[in-house]
Nanobody, 113 residues
């Protein structure tokens, strides 16, 4: 099982953009589906975007049209481009192999109003 390490979080003003990266310790070429989750204090971790090896993607309604997941399997890295950020996007973001991959340490995204 590959280990995934998230990076790229930070503080950004509302309306701004961030790109998160998720680097794998090994090849992700055989992984069917990779996803990004986020979690805010007191709430369950929420699946917000997935990318499959077939090329299909999924987005939860709250980020659709603003976030874009992409996978560079040659670099064993998954990205999450986040545009038009809102204060409610503030959370710790995680990437994970679906359905039962290990969790990384996450990366904090804070959007100020």
């Amino acid at each position: 099982q590959v280990q995934l390490v998230e990076s790229g979080g930070g503080l950004v003003h509302a309306g701004g953009s961030l790109t998160l990266s998720c680097a794998a310790s090994g090849s992700i070429g055989t992984i069917a589906t990779l996803g990004w989750y986020r979690q805010t204090p007191g709430k369950q971790r929420e699946l917000i975007a997935t990318s499959s090896s077939s090329g299909s993607t999924y987005y939860v309604a709250s980020v659709k049209g603003r976030f874009a997941i992409s996978t560079d399997r040659a670099k064993n890295t998954v990205y999450l481009q986040m545009d038009s950020l809102k204060p409610e996007d503030t959370a710790v973001y995680y990437c994970r192999q679906l359905p039962f991959g290990a969790w990384g340490q996450g990366t904090q995204v804070t959007v100020s109003s």
